[in-house]
């Protein structure tokens, strides 16, 4: 079955209620421009939120840019699938989108609400897991110049 069927089946069994979200994660990478084009022709908003999912699982820093689009998305689940797809990227490009999110959520007060808290949390969780990665690379370099 090429990449196009494929993503045509899963989205269908999507609108037919099926968990298909896990099985576009399946498809070969050259399925994500597929999958951006079907997110953004697609009305029904499980089969949206489906797609984001699948979309951000292919952990291609490519796709930053849609996902930071989706977080002015008006479904609340597409928006959160965007902010976690950005965290997982974790590029400064995502951070970035993360932070402008959250200055336009600050901007708007009747947008304050539990998005904007998610948006500062997500940021946080960045700065840790940066400062983790830099303690870990700190130490592999200690421990290579002990060995010396």
């Not at 949206?48 to 490519?62: D, E, K, M, N, T």
């Not at 849609?66 to 689940?77: C, M, N, T, V």
């Not at 699938?81 to 007060?109: F, H, V, Y």
């Not at 700190?138 to 060995?147: A, C, P, S, T, Y």
Request: some cysteine; charged content about 35%.
């Amino acid at each position: 079955m090429d990449v196009a069927k494929y993503i045509a089946h899963y989205i269908e069994e999507l609108r037919q209620g099926g968990g298909a979200d896990y099985c576009l994660t399946e498809a070969a990478e050259t399925a994500v421009p597929l999958l951006v084009a079907a997110m953004k022709a697609e009305t029904e908003p499980d089969v949206r939120r489906g797609l984001v999912y699948a979309i951000w699982q292919y952990r291609l820093p490519s796709t930053a840019p849609f996902l930071a689009d989706l977080l002015e998305d008006r479904d609340d689940e597409v928006r959160q699938q965007a902010l976690d797809g950005l965290i997982t990227l974790g590029t400064p490009e995502a951070r970035r989108a993360i932070e402008a999110a959250l200055a336009r959520c600050r901007n708007r007060p009747e947008e304050q609400g539990d998005f904007a808290k998610y948006l500062a949390e997500a940021i946080e969780l960045m700065d840790e897991r940066e400062e983790f990665s830099g303690e870990i690379h700190d130490e592999g370099l200690k421990e290579r110049e002990e060995r010396k």
